[in-house]
């Protein structure tokens, strides 16, 4: 998954040697793309996870079709679906897109609506758990915003990022990969997804609440008296300082591993989506789930 870099820490001290707006850019870009990494990590995560799910099941139901029906089949796109079609399948509506095209696509489109809603918060803004998770939420609520009351006319800005609108030769293909975009145009999938990424940032969140959970006395005892303060019992941060904090969590949630707090695995094994796999094994796309 590649993003623009963010300013290493290196980078950020040669800065002082600079003008000041050169500064400020820095620390600017600096702030951005440490949201717009952890945020994009999520959004895309939980869309392959989701997109490869559907694949698996909708494609597992035509074979499972074809060993119940194939005798009977007297079509050609009827005929039983061959390991090449399989691939192909797997290979059209996925990798060979999204990792072309589709991926960079929803980087930018994110990174658009992350600096629409960070202009508003300056780098010197200092900020209490409270403010971070209306940070999340505003930025959610331009982007689902967007998908939602502003799709493409050939569907969803979501389905954008994962499948081309593309027509192939093979009926076969062609059949699997209409159902899937029609999987993927359907209210049912939205809801998926957003249950997904609900997880996704309420694990996020959780994972920086503890920052703000420092005592009186880690404060007294701290050399860095500008990390945190407190008054009446709430911490606040400045975000200058919580975009590092930020950046951390790419790694953290999204590093491929078997740790039990990987949040990729944690998805994947979700409840939710257990019964969503089972709900497109079993059903047309049009039916109320």
């Not at 951005?32 to 490869?52: D, E, H, K, P, W």
């Not at 095209?101 to 409270?130: A, S």
């Amino acid at each position: 998954m590649e993003f623009i870099a963010v300013p290493s820490k290196s980078a950020l001290r040669s800065s002082l040697k600079a003008a000041p707006e050169e500064k400020m850019a820095l620390w600017q870009l600096a702030k951005l793309q440490s949201f717009v990494r952890v945020i994009s990590g999520i959004y895309a995560s939980s869309l392959m996870i989701l997109f490869t799910r559907i694949e698996v099941n909708i494609l597992g139901r035509y074979m499972y079709m074809d060993t119940v029906f194939a005798n009977n089949a007297t079509e050609p796109e009827e005929k039983p679906i061959g390991p090449k079609v399989q691939q192909k399948y797997l290979i059209n509506a996925n990798s060979g897109y999204i990792m072309d095209k589709g991926l960079q696509k929803l980087v930018t489109f994110i990174t658009n609506h992350v600096k629409n809603e960070m202009d508003n918060w300056p780098l010197t803004k200092k900020c209490t758990f409270d403010d971070m998770t209306t940070l999340f939420k505003n930025i959610r609520t331009r982007i689902e915003s967007d998908v939602n009351e502003n799709p493409h006319i050939d569907g969803s800005k979501f389905r954008d990022f994962l499948m081309e609108n593309n027509i192939v030769e093979d009926l076969q293909l062609q059949a699997l990969l209409n159902e899937t975009r029609d999987v993927l145009d359907s209210k049912q999938f939205e809801t998926i997804l957003k249950t997904l990424v609900d997880q996704a940032f309420h694990r996020l969140e959780e994972n920086i609440k503890v920052n703000f959970e420092a005592k009186p006395q880690d404060v007294s005892q701290s050399q860095d008296t500008t990390t945190v303060d407190i008054s009446k019992d709430v911490v606040t941060i400045p975000l200058a300082k919580i975009s590092p904090l930020v950046k951390k969590q790419f790694k953290i949630l999204l590093e491929i591993g078997e740790k039990e707090t990987n949040l990729i695995q944690s998805l994947f094994n979700s409840k939710q989506l257990e019964d969503y796999a089972y709900y497109v094994f079993t059903s047309s796309y049009d039916e109320d789930y």
